[in-house]
């Protein structure tokens, strides 16, 4: 407590990537010429040497122990010399420049509980957010939807034998930290009611013109409260996004009974084939239902499984929807239109169908 | 000690199913880091109660940083002291997320020190997420990440975190490198990254080409994807090759191609180059065959973002091509006129993308000093709402 | 009379090259009417001083109407007295615009006594324009028109003076009879069509089926579209014959299907009818071997306008399909909720169209009561700013 | 004047159709089963009786003199017992029972000037508005310009040489009478310069708070000229729609050095093949050049001729541009891209480049 002032080191950035390199990764950096999948979760990379690099991916559940990072540590430095990476979808990707050690670290990696898998035509990681692990703005959870859902693809992880890549993300509130906004299927946590404001506590912890400037649509008006200034809210311009309670706590707007979750569809992120796209709104709500999350699961798993009967090879979601049109995909899928369905924000003009172009 | 682990029936049913559990995470943590029962016990109830039970964050960092710490406290903290603080800190992931097992295991023993002993491996800016600890843990921790060659990442109105996708390191088709960049703009704005400076949030991502394996165009301020300006490299022989183990040139891969700019007579693929957009998909699904150009480069473009405040944005092309010798100062060149221009017009909160919306991308462009091209829009305008220039 | 006749050497100059011209209209008409004459003098002040010289319109009318008339006058009336009230009537064509020559032989007669002579064989909202006349032959001009069966079309806040297709008069697409329904659209809003009562304009147009001659997916409020429910209409011999006689049904037909739901093994054209969209392409190219199918009648859309104030508008779809027999019946009482609603909430100047795009689809399908439909969007909302009702 | 009070006739709505319909018409109305192409302005309509009706379609001004009407009169009767009708885009058409009378009826209509054709992939009549010879709003003339265009593209009427239907369409302000906003080339008037207040007259004549709403940009503000409630107009938020010179006559826009003319390409109406859509800006500003106006002929001649040199056959303009891509458009036709080529209105955000796909 009282010690000597060390001198602080700051600013120093990341270590440098070099370090971590797998030595036939630093000999062949930037001149690889192609790849070979070998299995689920098991990559060859050759480079123009000739030199042949191995990749074996395993799922994780992102929220790792200082335990199991340390198994795949072990892992690591028996099979591969200690190098290991992570994928931009939270995987852990071991690297091998010895085929044989392929087989081992694979048993070893499924006796530990983490399965090989997610490349290729697979179903990959569900890219997610904290939940109620972590965040106070959460509309749902997170970890424990994605652990139930990954548990009902979990062969869907294993093997590659969907038309294309399915991208699946979770964000648990419309901040929206994973890229849900372009995911093949996003499960995404939204509120239904209003803000509920901590009148008392307001003026104490919030700046009342940032926080009426926060509201998208203009439903946050200046009020007095006892004589000092406050906000109110009107309720029927709210659409429950939440940005008022993130620039002050005192508007929350948790409720058990109207929290859940909603569902998207279609969007993608790579330029492969056609443009990248936003998901659309293919599930208004379901409502939370810990542990296990039925409701959304089944309702990913019908989604996914319409998609693999359906879709041309190489036709990712969002494709495969804009080829077949959005009613064959609602009847498809069996999911009701609503009203919610038909946009009403800003560009929701350049949404509606204007044209004549209709199957029957 | 068996006494204190609090019952979680609701949680227990995590740890059932195929997919590791995050459940077994924590419990695997609680043996040897108590704060985990007590988050564990917090779980129970949100998963009770339906809801989430942490209060909003408050200010809290490391000295001289305004960044890098998200400060969390508990709204039961009677019941759960060990959690009523439970910040986390987000640390600055090597580019590409390249690991030794030697460094793993130096960050593991840090964070068994100061923290939970979970983790995020990694948050979805990149950032390795290390999950909960207690305030005054906060500068001892970060003294012995930056002893050992760690450093902390971004958080509120700063530069973010920029992260890369593997790129060259294993990547074919990577047309510049990305990691390098991803390190030397980490490096280069290491004051923007740690002290908040600007109206709101900016992140770089580094994709190595159109497939974008970092979801840069969705996630990124500045979205840098590579690309390659001359002619597919095609090597007719391994196109041959893949015809006779079964692929069918003709619906396989020319009836995909955005452009039908490909077409196959049996024996002889031929591209029309000029009129190949670099969709990726050719080359994606005939990797030995066909490979990026060679002059290589990258696309820069702006704006992406989440949806509050105006609705989520992909990144839009502000520069159709930069060579890969010329991207990092061309980066910093580009970058400091816009910073400039939204430290200047931005108001609180608004991103990038929003700003060139509320302003007008060709107000922008003339602010920044870039000239108007047809690649930056998907179409010219349909409206005749014309600001003229009263000069001409 | 040649002194009287003013020099244009500007417009002489339209006088020449192929195509027929319209100062040689107005020299015509100069012949029997003076008005002409300071009109070409007054337009030849135009063309030398790059600008109108008209003023802004003034109110002026038959009696009891409030449109059919367009009020106009001249700027420089001291200068060209002739033109000084040179108003317009709109006249309601008959639908379809067909005349026999003795019909046109009374318009023309009508009009060499009450005005210029001149006319807009047809404006482009469909009316018969006589273009410029004075106030006071305003009424006695109506008076020989409705006497020889013709009445005055819509201006102002009104419904318009609806048009249709030649449909099934000559065409053999025409999925309903166009020019009865715009004829029975117009007999049943006279009273709308005459006196405003509305926040502005209101367009019905009909065509046929989805090549839509008559614009109306793009200038009418309401837009009604031919289409089918079944099966492409096909005859296998015709669609031989075409190829016989050298047409490349492959690459004309199928490749040109925007589901690409059709397909030529050389001898026979198959067409999954469950995927057609009835853009008309396959049936355009080969009129002889393909129809619409049986089961016939209209696709119900909303909205269409110029820019002015929220941008140009297309119509988007309100019911995908209403079966010929019905479609009178069903677009009366749906017009009629419309204009309660549009009455109620639409802002002075405001079309349906934008009023709509105001309050969103959703609440304005609520109040003309119909149920939302997926053919109504060409996507489903991409952003989760959804207003959720309480009941639910 | 003072003569006895007729009974006056109202409200009786245009007359019957059926009335002016030729006896083949009206015999086989709803029953036609295919027709064919005769030749460039000459069609052929087939009933299921077996009839065939014959369609000669010849070019008009669209302004026409009682003279001329009663030429077409005399024609008809010559001709078709009488039968003609106009087109939608301001064509006549004569409708004939007889083969043998369409050769002397063309030679007739040539004779008198009036070009036969319009079908097909020709070029059809400009719809057009009134322009200076009706209009005050006008930035532009209407007449003048078709007839100077269609002079240029006369072998384009009347030969049916192009990949597909080019529709032109000319409008002379932003009002946009003609269907200007969904052409294959639009011809549309504009104003560069604020409306000029005449403060004097404003308050006569005008109602302020309809004056303020008017302006779609919000650049209308109240103000006080001598005491007495005016506007003023905040110039850099004015984009010169003219809006409120509509709604009031004190705030005209006309300056004849910077009135003058913008080109839009690429719309179309029709569902064939492609859903319908707007016209996109070509060329922002062409100056006012009567009397023949060399600067839009050359400008629609160009774009007339690039399009018919490089568009597949069934291919729009605008589907043509989307297959090539807009930067190949300014680059085959010459035009240069500018900033005003940037969409910056209400929904200008989903106008801009949103992918990787560019064509180098
Ligand atoms: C390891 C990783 C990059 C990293 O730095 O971590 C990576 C690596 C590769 N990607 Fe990727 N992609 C990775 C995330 C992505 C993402 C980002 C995301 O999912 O959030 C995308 C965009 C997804 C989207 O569009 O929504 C992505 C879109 C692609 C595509 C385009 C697929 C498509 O058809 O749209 C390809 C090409 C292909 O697979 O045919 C590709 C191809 C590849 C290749 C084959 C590239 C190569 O030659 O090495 C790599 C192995 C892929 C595999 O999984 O089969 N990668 N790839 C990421 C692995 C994530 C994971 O654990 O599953
Ligand atoms: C930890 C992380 C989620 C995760 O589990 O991975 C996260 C967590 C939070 N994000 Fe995020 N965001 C995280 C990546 C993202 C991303 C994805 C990305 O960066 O690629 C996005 C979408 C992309 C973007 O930037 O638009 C994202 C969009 C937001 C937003 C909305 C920003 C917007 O402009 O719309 C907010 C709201 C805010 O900034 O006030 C937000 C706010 C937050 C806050 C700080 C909550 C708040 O309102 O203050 C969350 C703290 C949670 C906690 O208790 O730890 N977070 N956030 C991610 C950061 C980890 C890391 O550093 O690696
Ligand atoms: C005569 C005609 C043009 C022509 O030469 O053919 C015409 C002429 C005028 N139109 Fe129009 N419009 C004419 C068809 C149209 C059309 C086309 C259509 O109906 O299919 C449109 C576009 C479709 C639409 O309705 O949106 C059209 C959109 C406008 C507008 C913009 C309306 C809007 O909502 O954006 C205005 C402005 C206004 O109403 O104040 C307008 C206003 C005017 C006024 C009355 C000028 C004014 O500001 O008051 C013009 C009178 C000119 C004159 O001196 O004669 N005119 N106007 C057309 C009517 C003739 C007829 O009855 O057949
Ligand atoms: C006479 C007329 C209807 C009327 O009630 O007056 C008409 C009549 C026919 N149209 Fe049309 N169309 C007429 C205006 C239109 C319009 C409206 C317009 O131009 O403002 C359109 C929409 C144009 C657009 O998309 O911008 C139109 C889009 C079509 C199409 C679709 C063309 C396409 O490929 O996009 C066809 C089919 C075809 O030609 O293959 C068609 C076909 C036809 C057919 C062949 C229908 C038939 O079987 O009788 C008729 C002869 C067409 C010809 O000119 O070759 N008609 N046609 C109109 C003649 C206008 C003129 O004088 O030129
Ligand atoms: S998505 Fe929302 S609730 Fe989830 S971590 Fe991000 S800010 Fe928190
Ligand atoms: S939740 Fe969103 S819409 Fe509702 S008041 Fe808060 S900021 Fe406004
Ligand atoms: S973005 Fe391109 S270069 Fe980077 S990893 Fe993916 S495929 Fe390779
Ligand atoms: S990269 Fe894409 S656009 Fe280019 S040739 Fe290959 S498939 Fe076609
Ligand atoms: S819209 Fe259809 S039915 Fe009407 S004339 Fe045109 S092609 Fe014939
Ligand atoms: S009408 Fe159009 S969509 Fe239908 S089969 Fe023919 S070309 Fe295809
Ligand atoms: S387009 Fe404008 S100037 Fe031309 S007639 Fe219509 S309102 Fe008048
Ligand atoms: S011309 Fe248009 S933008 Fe300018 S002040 Fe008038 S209404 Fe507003």
Not at chain 2, 43 to 57: A, P, V
């Amino acid at each position: 407590m009282a010690a000597e002032p060390v001198k602080r080191i700051t600013d120093i950035g990341p270590p440098h990537y070099e370090k971590f390199l797998h030595p036939m990764v630093k000999k062949n950096y930037g001149m690889w010429k192609y790849h070979e999948s070998l299995a689920p979760g098991v990559l060859c990379h050759v480079a123009e040497s000739g030199d042949k690099l191995f990749t074996v991916r395993a799922g994780s559940p992102r929220l790792l122990s200082t335990a199991t990072i340390r198994m795949f540590a072990d892992l690591a430095e028996k099979y591969c010399g200690g190098y290991l990476r992570f994928t931009s979808r939270n995987n852990v990707e071991f690297l091998l420049d010895n085929q044989a050690n392929i087989e081992p670290l694979k048993k070893d990696l499924q006796a530990a509980g983490f399965p090989v898998g997610g490349t290729n035509n697979a179903i990959s990681n569900i890219v997610h957010t904290q939940g109620w692990v972590h965040c106070h703005s959460s509309a749902t959870d997170a970890s424990g939807i994605v652990k139930c859902v990954m548990d009902a693809l979990y062969d869907r992880f294993t093997h590659e034998n969907l038309p294309a890549k399915l991208r699946i993300a979770l964000a648990c509130c419309l901040n929206m930290c994973g890229a849900v906004h372009c995911s093949d299927i996003s499960i995404l946590g939204v509120h239904r009611r209003p803000p509920q404001i901590n009148k008392d506590l307001l003026p104490k912890v919030c700046e009342i013109p940032t926080l009426i400037s926060s509201c998208p649509t203009g439903a946050i008006r200046s009020a007095t409260y006892e004589g000092k200034p406050s906000v109110e809210v009107v309720e029927e311009q709210c659409m429950y996004c939440a940005n008022c309670y993130t620039v002050c706590p005192a508007m929350p707007l948790n409720d058990p009974e109207n929290d859940g979750i909603s569902i998207w569809v279609g969007g993608k992120v790579s330029n492969a084939r056609s443009a990248p796209k936003f998901s659309k709104l293919a599930i208004p709500f379901i409502p939370n239902e810990p542990p296990r999350w039925p409701g959304v699961v089944d309702a990913v798993v019908n989604i996914v499984e319409v998609y693999a009967k359906h879709a041309h090879k190489y036709e990712r979601m969002g494709d495969w929807i804009e080829r077949i049109g959005w009613p064959r995909f609602f009847e498809l899928t069996g999911i009701p239109f609503t009203r919610y369905h038909i946009d009403d924000f800003r560009f929701a003009g350049t949404t509606f169908a204007r044209s004549t172009h209709i199957r029957f | 000690m068996a006494d204190e682990t609090k019952k979680t029936p609701k949680l227990d049913e995590l740890e059932k199913g195929p997919w590791p559990s995050f459940v077994k995470e924590i419990k695997q943590a609680r043996k040897v880091n108590t704060m985990c029962d007590d988050l564990l016990g917090q779980l129970e109830t949100s998963y009770e109660e339906k809801k989430g039970h942490w209060k909003h964050g408050g200010i809290v960092g490391v000295m001289g940083y305004g960044g890098g710490v998200i400060g969390r406290y508990s709204d039961m903290p009677e019941k759960f002291p060990k959690v009523a603080h439970f910040h986390t800190m987000r640390v600055n992931q090597p580019a590409g997320w390249f690991y030794t097992s030697k460094a793993l295991r130096t960050l593991c023993d840090i964070w068994d020190r100061h923290g939970s002993g979970l983790t995020n491996m990694h948050g979805s800016t990149g950032d390795i997420v290390f999950l909960g600890t207690k305030t005054d843990e906060l500068e001892p921790c970060f003294a012995e990440l930056t002893k050992e060659g760690f450093d902390l990442g971004g958080s509120g109105s700063v530069m973010r975190t920029p992260s890369a996708c593997v790129g060259q390191a294993r990547c074919e088709w990577a047309c510049y490198d990305t990691m390098k960049l991803c390190y030397d703009l980490t490096q280069t704005y290491q004051d923007e990254l740690h002290r908040p400076a600007f109206p709101y949030k900016f992140k770089f991502k580094c994709a190595g080409c159109p497939n974008d394996c970092v979801a840069s165009i969705a996630r990124s301020d500045m979205s840098i994807i590579g690309t390659w300006k001359d002619s597919i490299q095609q090597d007719d022989a391994a196109v041959a090759e893949y015809a006779k183990k079964g692929m069918d040139i003709q619906k396989d891969v020319c009836d995909n191609c955005p452009t039908k700019c490909m077409s196959w007579d049996g024996k002889k693929l031929t591209i029309e180059n000029h009129e190949c957009v670099r969709c990726m998909h050719c080359i994606n699904v005939m990797p030995k065959a066909l490979r990026p150009g060679k002059e290589r480069g990258a696309t820069i473009l702006i704006g992406a973002k989440a949806p509050i405040i105006q609705g989520a944005m992909l990144s839009s092309v502000l520069i159709p091509f930069v060579p890969a010798a010329e991207l990092l100062d061309t980066i910093k060149e580009l970058t400091s006129r816009i910073w400039d221009f939204w430290s200047e017009y931005g108001k609180n909160r608004e991103r990038i993308g929003e700003l060139i919306q509320r302003v007008g991308m060709a107000n922008f462009l003339d602010a920044i000093g870039l000239d108007p091209v047809p690649e930056m829009v998907s179409a010219p305008r349909d409206n005749p709402y014309i600001y003229f220039k009263k000069e001409e």
